[in-house]
Antibody
Framework: EVQLVESGGGLVQPGGSLRLSCAAS????????MSWVRQAPGKGLEWVSV???????YYADSVKGRFTISRDNSKNTLYFQMNSLRAEDTAVYYC???????????WGQGTLVTVSS | QSALTQPASVSGSPGQSITISCTGT?????????VSWYQQHPVKAPKLMIY???KRPSGVSNRFSGSKSGNTASLTISGLQAEDEADYYC??????????FGGGTKLTVL
């Protein structure tokens, strides 16, 4: 059974950094496309980043240059390094398995990031 | 990338059918057969309901169906049930390894 467990969220000041983790079980992270999708409080979903099985990464314009997606194959874990955080980055961050047919079919429970002074 | 356009809310009575529209552009919805739909109950993770415009994952009720015409995709739920009350989001591949979601539609079962 596919399971994704995010962690690492919390309260951080504007300009600060945070690293999110997404521990996977039931499949091998390095064999899949994996994405981060976020949801601001009371708002809709926003795709923010993907890492392909070959290691290529892509980002939404809203986070490009500030956030970095990566994975540790030995730990079967996906990461999201978030730097230069802004108030508008406040959201629940979900990791999701991304199918090669370009949809998200397994999601974690999410981890809340709050950027505030 | 601008978000896809969905109605903020729709409602229906048990047993009725409802349709949620999702309007994009020729650069996303209209360019690819890659629209997906997600159901999200309060404080829960999204759940895949439809992929590739009109395909249903195993385990999803056949009361849920998807379609598309031009730049507009639609999700139809027939035989509405109380448990269908949730937020629904459409999503389209937008090229260059990016995706765009709709703003979400709150479905109320009266």
């Amino acid at each position: 059974e596919v399971q994704l467990v995010e962690s690492g969220g919390g309260l951080v000041q504007p300009g600060g950094s945070l690293r999110l983790s997404c521990a996977a079980s039931g499949f091998t992270v390095s064999n899949k496309y994996m994405s981060w999708v976020r949801q601001a409080p009371g708002k809709g979903l926003e795709w923010v980043s993907v890492i392909y099985s070959g290691g290529t990464t892509y980002y939404a314009d809203s986070v490009k240059g500030r956030f970095t997606i990566s994975r540790d194959n030995s730990k079967n874990t996906l990461y999201f390094q978030m730097n230069s955080l802004r108030a508008e980055d406040t959201a629940v961050y979900y990791c999701a398995v991304t199918r090669t047919e370009y949809y998200f079919d397994s999601w974690g429970q999410g981890t809340l990031v709050t950027v505030s002074s | 990338q601008s978000a896809l356009t969905q109605p903020a809310s729709v409602s229906g009575s048990p047993g009725q059918s409802i349709t949620i529209s999702c309007t994009g552009t020729s650069s996303d919805v209209g360019s690819y057969n890659l629209v997906s739909w997600y159901q999200q109950h309060p404080v829960k993770a999204p759940k895949l309901m439809i992929y590739e415009d009109n395909k249903r994952p195993s385990g999803v009720s056949n009361r849920f169906s998807g379609s598309k015409s031009g730049n507009t995709a639609s999700l139809t739920i027939s035989g509405l049930q109380a448990e269908d009350e949730a937020d629904y989001y459409c999503c389209s591949y937008a090229g260059s390894s990016t995706w765009v979601f709709g703003g979400g539609t709150k479905l109320t079962v009266l």
